[in-house]
């Protein structure tokens, strides 16, 4: 991430903490907890990723039905993938070895709503209980 992405972001973090948490007004306060939060975000991100896939499909559908529509669609495929994924007894593990190997990622976070439509039809075909070498 550049510095001025990183700096977007932050300001954008600080603007919403001012707006949700009212006993915080000024910059230099909302700042202080936006660095806070963000030191803490690779640690929050491993022990709960679904928090991160929530939280983002929110924040992008907070001004339209459709964004909104487009993260529930989002959700919900994540959460059949889960089904799937547990039914073929996969581990965490073989899920990210399937990800990286046919999508170039790690996390099904980082795939776009096809593919990860793409992934869940892949996995409701599939009786095999161990991705393909």
Do not use: C
């Not at 975000?41 to 929110?58: D, G, Q, V, Y």
């Not at 990860?116 to 070498?133: E, G, K, V």
């Amino acid at each position: 991430m550049t510095n001025t992405v990183l700096a977007q972001s932050t300001r954008l973090l600080m603007d919403y903490i001012k707006t949700q948490i009212p006993a915080i007004t000024d910059d230099q306060h909302a700042e202080t907890l936006a660095a806070q939060i963000i030191a803490g975000l690779p640690r929050l991100f491993t022990e709960k990723p679904e928090i991160f896939s929530s939280a983002l499909s929110m924040s992008r559908a907070k001004g339209t039905t459709a964004q909104l529509m487009i993260s529930e669609k989002f959700n919900d495929l994540i959460n059949q993938t889960n089904a799937e994924m547990r039914r073929l007894g996969w581990t965490d593990a073989q899920g990210r070895q399937h990800l990286e190997k046919f999508y170039g990622v790690r996390s099904r976070y980082s795939l776009s709503l096809e593919q990860l439509d793409n992934l869940l039809l892949y996995l409701q075909l599939t009786d095999s209980p161990a991705p393909n070498p």
